[in-house]
């Protein structure tokens, strides 16, 4: 059982470009979550998914996008990379009013 | 801002010692959980409480809620040097479909 699958796990991109993070569980949730975490920050939802078709922002959505592909995958798109989206992201999943299963992390670089 | 907001942010005790970690909330809630993160990985879970529920144990951990002062703790028993990690208190904001808010973490050192 996988769980929760990110990829990639480390990204070097150049300001300007663009770059889809990937998500995957195999647990059936309708909850999908992505987070960004800074040093001494905690972690701070950019967007989620209740349930397959629907999206809403979270505390920190500008300059991403997502897509809820089907009930497994629920990407993040990055159209422009800047230097302050340099950051770890994590996705998660749950059942909804249920515990959150993690990713293990994609850690992004703005250069 | 975040949701929760975690006291103290940093905590070093030795082992054997209990350690008590508190978070606060804003909004209604359906319940609240407890993560763990060892450095730079991912987080696990530990616990989580109902809005209806006022305490509950899980080995070593106890975890009580105060929905009157939107406040919640978390209490390490007996630690250890393995317990040295970041922990995370999350709120799962009502009416707001599953909505999972963390606060900014407490880290916490035990020494051997």
């Known amino acids: 059982n996988a769980g929760v699958t990110q990829t990639p796990k480390f990204q070097v991109l150049k300001t300007g470009q663009s770059m889809t993070l990937q998500c995957a569980q195999d647990?059936?949730?309708?909850?999908m979550y992505w987070y960004r975490q800074d040093p001494g920050m905690g972690l701070r939802l950019i967007y989620y998914s209740a349930s397959e078709g629907t999206t809403d922002k979270g505390e920190v959505p500008n300059g991403y996008n997502v897509s809820r592909l089907n009930k497994r995958e629920f990407s993040l798109r990055l159209e422009s990379a800047a230097p302050s989206q340099t950051s770890v992201y994590f996705c998660?999943?749950?059942?909804?009013?249920?515990?959150?299963?993690f990713g293990q992390g994609t850690r992004l670089t703005v250069v | 801002s975040q949701q929760g907001e975690e006291d103290p942010q940093a905590l070093s005790i030795q082992e054997g010692e209990n350690a008590t970690m508190n978070c606060s909330y804003k909004t209604s809630i359906n319940n609240l959980q407890w993560y763990r993160q060892n450095s730079g990985r991912g987080l696990v879970h530990l616990i989580l409480?109902?809005?209806?529920?006022r305490e509950k144990h899980s080995g070593r951990l106890r975890v009580t809620l105060d929905t009157s002062k939107k406040s919640s703790s978390l209490l390490i028993t007996a630690s250890r040097a393995a317990d040295t990690a970041s922990y995370f208190c999350a709120t799962d904001e009502s009416n707001q479909g599953g909505k999972l808010i963390f606060g900014q973490g407490t880290e916490l050192s035990v020494k051997p």
């Open positions: 647990m059936n949730h309708n909850s």
């Open positions: 998660a999943s749950s059942a909804g009013q249920g515990r959150a299963f």
């Open positions: 409480i109902r809005s209806n529920e």
